[in-house]
């Protein structure tokens, strides 16, 4: 039976080892997905219209420094237990926001600056990542970093779905907090054309419409609002849409306005 079991694991590992290079890009490792991985960590820059700054992980300054609004950085590994993260403003000792990840093997951290009430804030997300070997589904969940919208349903729908028949694919999300919360997996949704709506919680009314936009299977998407008009917004609903996606290096989120 031996030589049996190992011929079915070496083709579970070269299927697995297909779909993984078939990705559209992204971490997303054979070792990420069996839960093996290093605790790893992405930072992103949502300050609306925020200033430049320098990134700092327990006390000394990373590679990301003089970084602007929407930068998404790759995951990149840490240390399991305690790691404190702060953002600074460029090139000085002035720190807006800081907070603690208590990593954990297996696990993947996002640690978001975000605009607060007159200052800004940090909040972290805790991704156990339970994608299955096999699995080409998109990672999905959603971000609420608009003081102005304070509690939004988001619908992921394909294009000319009538909301009225369906239920919020994200409900229920609170000022700075996400669905599904930290400490749980994201949602999974096929690759395909969608369209994004965001209504007020509990309602139909929509506050946000991307119009057709494009999932790609593999893809990993958080899905965050923020005030259109940054620091100090004050028009309720007024809101924006940053899609951070997984990656392996430094990059860009792409700012979706309503259409």
Known sequence: MKPIKSKILLGLALAA?????????????????????KPSVRVIHAITAG????????GTKTSLQNIPYKTVS??????????????????????????TVDAHTGHKYTVVALPG????????????????ILSTS??????????????????????????????????GVSYKNAVPPSGQ????????TYRLRITTAGTKSVIFDSGALTVAR????????????G???????????????SNTSNTTAQELVTQ
């Open 17 to 37: 080892t297909a779909v993984l290079a078939a990705c559209s890009g992204g971490d997303d490792s054979i070792d990420d997905r069996v839960g093996l991985s």
């Open 51 to 58: 200033p430049n700054v320098d990134v700092l992980q327990n």
């Open 74 to 99: 790759g995951y990149f590994d840490v240390a399991t237990g305690s790691n404190l993260f702060a953002f600074n403003l460029t090139g000085t000792a002035t720190q807006i926001g800081a907070t």
């Open 117 to 132: 009430t007159a200052t800004a804030d940090v909040i972290q997300i805790d991704d156990p990542y339970g994608k299955g």
């Open 138 to 171: 998109a990672r999905i969940r959603g971000l609420n970093a608009s003081i102005n919208a304070q509690n939004v349903d988001m619908y992921l729908t394909t294009p000319a779905l009538d909301l009225n028949t369906v239920s919020p694919t994200i409900a």
């Open 185 to 192: 997996d994201s949602i999974y949704v096929d690759g395909g």
């Open 218 to 229: 593999n893809d990993d998407w958080l899905i965050t609002t923020i005030p259109a008009d």
């Open 231 to 245: 620091f100090g917004a004050v028009i309720p609903n007024r809101i924006k849409v940053l899609v951070a996606q």
